[in-house]
């Protein structure tokens, strides 16, 4: 074991493995290994970090051997303000905050001592196994567990379980799934599993395990605070944070599946306007092309769009077209992309990687040169005809298999890389729209990774069923969105799949999500809405026309009963403006998140460590939801201090677990006094 102490790093060499330990801003440390030379991959850790003065150490301890005689070992030692690591003679990892063991790498080989991870288990802290025929390896890490530690964060999962503690979780995008590797502990750290590959981590209660299927290196950050928010604002400065959000997009985005023409989306709008309700966004999903990749109006029902553009931007509405990254092999652009190299190659086999509606590959962001030529082709046919904002929709990317052996990037092979793949997509329009000189945008996406933030990315929580259990799930993936950096952040209201609008308990589903999503980040009606009764426009298999679409999803459309509910709580959302972009420009500073959870603000509280169906919006609201058919009451828990129930004078003093009642017109939201 060779041992150097470099001015700000740790680097130790043992059997092939180079191990660098660097501090990486305040109370915080970049670890990184690789069989060979350590390469410069920025990855998620973009932002150039606080400048310390650590103190790096290389010393001795005694080593008893087994004659009876001691011997002298060396061993590692670095110090960035509060987090300590400490490296063995046999190369083990262990961290200490304030001096407090709180992470060590799990290890069980016998290393000549009785020490506690001396044992004939062969089971070592990190595994590097070559992939057969490439220069990548498979690595495994392993960490010790902490008993009663609760683990938080890593993106958004369709499960019910907040706490991640033994869970397995894939380390993947799909659909209505974001993999953003930061997890917080609640024993006062966080952790950035800082590499795009295809794996999964295991955070059991008897080992935590992390797998990188495919990669050349590993790299992690640790950081360390006295909570979860002294802990965000640390690794967002590592990673990057949300810009401002644009004010006069904080009240309600109007959206359906799908507007099949301009007159609909007029029609719409000028309703809304007569109603005196102010959207701020219409969305254009997708078929309103001619075919996947054309990234252009079907002219057939869109003949005039920049006059509808201009229209809207009159009433004060700002528009949204929907892109995808499929390339269908009858656009205009398949042959050039391909012949070029700007999309996803595959394995073996068939050129293809998405078949809904259309034989497609899809685009490789990766490439700096697709990203130029996607933006150039959405700027001539939308951006040039005052399209305000993009969504970027199917940004995992959507494989029809996710085989991720099967697909290769620019980059690499998919299973080194893929996780970056949504960042890569949204970067295609960030940087084109902010080289174009335009301010105060977003983009809406399906999907993210570690740093997506930064590049303006409003992340929903896909294609979710309209279901109340999915209703609830919602609010673990959005509460773990926030604690892994990722700030704005929402769902489809009601769900996204509905086979009934006239059912009643879709439509009390429907308020119940309304309700939740007015003290949220963005406020966006969206759904496919069955039956499918209504007639397709036209007969050909292409086009704007043929494709079906859902019902009515205005706020009149489910009833004047349910119509008045919402009308209600969209005055309060308004009422909000300016606290809502205050939460707004706190993401943008330090990093919170505007959803957050109940130990976000009282983490000295045990009790709130346990909640998941009640969080604060804000520092000022408690919130909770209703997530279950035809329930008209719920307990709520009030940390320490005085709450008052909006809407009512009645105040309650904090400590204690109340019952509320909870009629359909009401939501239980409390004040923080």
Same mark, same amino acid.
């Given at each position: ?272 306007? #007569?109603? *005196?309700?102010? +959207? ?11 075919? @996947? $990749? &054309? ?43 391909? #012949?070029? *190299?700007?999309? +996803? ?11 809904? @509606? $259309? &034989? ?314």
């Amino acid at each position: 074991m060779q041992f150097v102490a470099e001015k700000n790093a740790l680097v130790f060499m043992n059997r092939g493995e180079t191990v660098r330990l660097e501090a990486w801003g305040r109370d915080s440390l970049r670890v990184r290994a690789a069989m060979g030379p350590i390469r410069p991959l920025d990855w998620a850790l973009t932002e150039v970090p606080e400048k310390t003065e650590p103190t790096v150490r290389v010393l001795e301890e005694d080593h008893w051997v087994g004659d009876g005689t001691v011997d002298k070992r060396p061993y590692g030692e670095i110090v960035n303000g509060r987090l300590r690591a400490v490296v063995n003679f046999a190369g083990i990892l262990s961290f200490y905050r304030d001096d407090r063991l709180i992470l060590r790498e799990y290890y069980r080989m016998y290393d000549g001592t009785l020490s506690r991870s001396s044992r004939c288990l062969k089971v070592i802290n990190r595994t590097w196994k070559g992939v057969i025929g490439g220069s990548e390896y498979s690595l495994t890490v392993r960490f010790d567990p902490n008993e009663g530690e609760k683990i938080f964060g890593m993106g958004q999962y369709q499960q019910k379980q907040m706490d991640l503690k033994g869970c397995v979780l894939e380390l993947a995008q799909r659909n209505s799934q974001a993999s953003v590797p930061f997890m917080v502990s609640s024993l006062g750290y966080g952790l950035l599993w800082n590499n795009p590959a295809v794996g999964h981590v295991t955070f059991g209660k008897n080992m935590t395990e992390w797998k990188a299927e495919s990669t050349l290196q590993m790299d992690y950050y640790l950081t360390v605070g006295d909570g979860p928010k002294e802990i965000l604002q640390n690794y967002t400065a590592a990673t990057g944070r949300a810009p401002l959000f644009p004010e006069d997009m904080m009240g309600l985005w109007q959206c359906k599946l799908r507007y099949r023409t301009q007159e609909e989306v007029l029609t719409v709008a000028r309703a809304y306007r #007569d109603a *005196g309700i102010h +959207i701020d966004l219409i969305v254009i999903d997708f078929f309103h092309w001619t075919v @996947q $990749g &054309d990234w252009t109006f079907d002219k057939k029902y869109w003949p005039d769009p920049k006059a509808m553009v201009e229209e809207l931007h009159a009433m004060g509405v700002k528009v949204m077209v929907s892109v995808w990254p499929s390339v269908d092999r009858r656009s205009v652009n398949f042959g050039p992309m391909m #012949d070029r *190299g700007l999309l +996803i190659r595959t394995e073996r086999g068939a050129d293809q990687t998405y078949d809904y @509606q $259309g &034989d497609c590959v899809e685009i490789d962001p990766f490439n700096p040169e697709c990203r130029k030529y996607v933006w150039e082709k959405c700027r001539e046919n939308y951006a040039d005809l005052g399209i305000d904002y993009f969504w970027l929709d199917n940004s995992e990317p959507d494989y029809g298999v996710y085989d991720f052996d099967h697909y290769r990037y620019c980059q690499g092979p998919a299973l080194t890389c893929s996780n970056l793949y949504p960042q890569m997509y949204s970067r295609a329009f960030f940087e084109g729209m902010a080289g174009d000189g335009k301010k105060g945008f977003l983009n809406l996406l399906r999907c993210a990774w570690a740093g997506s933030q930064k590049y303006a990315n409003v992340v929903w929580s896909g294609d979710v069923p309209s279901t109340f259990e999915s209703f609830e799930e919602q609010l673990q993936a959005g509460l773990n969105m926030g604690l892994a950096g990722i700030p704005w952040w929402t769902t489809d209201i009601g769900g996204f799949m509905t086979d009934d609008v006239k059912d009643p308990a879709f439509r009390q589903l429907l308020i119940r999500w309304f309700q939740f999503a007015v003290y949220s980040a963005v406020l966006r009606l969206h759904g496919d809405r069955g039956p499918y009764n209504i007639p397709a426009l036209d007969d050909r298999d292409f086009g704007g026309g043929y494709l079906h679409t859902g019902q009515d999803n205005e706020m009149w459309s489910y009833g004047e009963e349910n119509y008045a509910i919402m009308r209600k709580y969209y005055e309060k959302r308004i009422a909000m403006h300016d606290y809502i972009a205050s939460l707004y420009r706190q993401a943008h500073e330090n990093g919170s998140p505007l959803i957050r959870a109940m130990f976000w603000e009282f983490p000295e509280d045990e009790k709130c460590w346990e909640l998941q169906d009640q969080y604060m919006f804000g520092e000022k609201y408690l919130v909770a939801p209703i997530f279950h058919l035809d329930q008209f009451e719920r307990r709520v828990y009030l940390p320490k201090g005085t709450w008052r129930r909006e809407g009512t004078d009645k105040v309650y003093e904090g400590g204690q677990e109340i019952l509320c009642e909870a009629p359909l017109d009401d939501m239980p939201v409390f004040e923080r006094l």
